[in-house]
């Protein structure tokens, strides 16, 4: 996805954000789509994911499934 594509997206940061400005990602919400990016290089890729698929993602998160 362009940044064009994703201008309308209302982008946010991780409550668990530093505040630093490093190692963070961005979140956007658009119709019927999720988008992801670099706050680092927001003019950079965006990763694009479906609400369902988005939805699994988290629920494995929160089940710990990504932890080291």
Avoid: I
């Avoid at 963070?24 to 290089?41: F, I, N, P």
Wanted: net charge neutral; aromatic share 8%; hydrophobic share 30%.
């Amino acid at each position: 996805m362009s940044g064009q594509e994703t201008s309308t997206a209302r982008w946010r940061t991780s409550s668990h954000n530093s505040g630093q400005g490093t190692e963070c990602v961005e979140v956007g919400g658009m119709a019927q789509r999720v988008v992801a990016r670099d706050s680092k290089d927001p003019s950079g890729p965006v990763l694009a994911f479906s609400t369902g698929e988005w939805a699994l993602f988290l629920g494995d998160v929160k089940r710990g499934r990504y932890d080291a």
